[in-house]
């Protein structure tokens, strides 16, 4: 078990309704359920009366903590911001009087840093030996909903991004760019790093997985300069982590790019609602836009950056995935050509507002809804009887 910043917890176990596994989503989920009714299941402040319970039962593992927590607190519902952790799909089957509800929070491919191991891989071959279920599953859109209960049994909720919806038309205006690119950089420093990404069985360098980024920034501040736009790339990291700034301005020589760090949890979005033209090459943040409205391009060539015979192997990466989408369309390319990047930004930025809601119309509800204010997870929380707060209850 993780022991940094690891401290026990004698709170006593009283009955809270509900219940969150990990502390990750608290922020959200307290704007709609007063914090008095919930507990949090975490690993970095484990309760000492579930820790003994799971030593007595000869258990050890971090699922035999949750287990013992849920027979210690009893709580009627169960929530998790990590909807990638299949564990939690076994839990219903443990525990058929408690609800169990997972809230997706970013937009899931199939792939991993161990082979075999990529979500949907994983939901395979636990769904083969183990019922996988939960009561609901809050999703980004209709296309996850189909993704999610092929392998889990479960009511799926389409609510979109609770975050984007959260943070609504609520944005500070800033600093406005013609275009801005939104890095999705790793945690760790790229170049030379011995970390691979997998694909089932098939195994790329963190270098070959984010060459794209380096090939879109590149192409963009070129782009930017020979055509007098204004460009800036969003970083993913703040500037404690300096190894984003040099990878990109590294990627943007002999040109330079004006960089901005993430200074905090809405900084991204602020920059993102100011843009007139948004690029990325598969973030959650650029679903979250297309579903606002605004105009996003995605070049999402991840693969194709690496080699044709795998782009045409693997889809994973692509826009719209699981859809089968084609290679290219009004605002997005698979394809790492920098002709195919031109001719898609100069072809979207051309587009009038009308013409840009006609384009991206028969997608949002596929891949991301927009529900301002989070109507629809409020409504799934009174439907349930869970209580919610005064303000929440407002936004319904």
Known sequence: MPMANFRLSFALPKRQQVALVDASGISILNEYIPQKDISIIDIQHMNVFALLRMIVAGKKSLFDYTIAYIKVFKPRF???FLDNNVDFYKLAAIFPKVKFIAIQNGHRANYANQSGFGFFDLLKSESAKNKLSAHAICVLGTT???QYTQYIQAKPVVTGSLKNNLIGNKIKPTERFDIVYVSQHAPFKIPNSEVNFFFGNKSITAEEFYAIEQKIVRFLAEHSKRTNQSFAVLGKRTDSSPYEREFFSSAA????VRFIPRTSETSTYEFCNSASLIVTADSTIGYEFLARGNKVVFLSGRTNAISDELSREIHDTNFGFPLELGSSGPFWTNTASESDFEQLIRSVQSMSDAQWATAISPYN?????YQPG??????????????????GSQRA
């Open 78 to 80: 169960v929530f998790t």
């Open 144 to 146: 996850a909903a189909d």
């Open 253 to 256: 020589s002999p040109n330079t």
């Open 365 to 369: 509800d596929l891949l991301m809804a």
């Open 374 to 391: 989070n109507t629809g997870f409020i409504r799934l929380l009174q439907n349930e009887g869970i209580p919610i707060t005064n303000e």
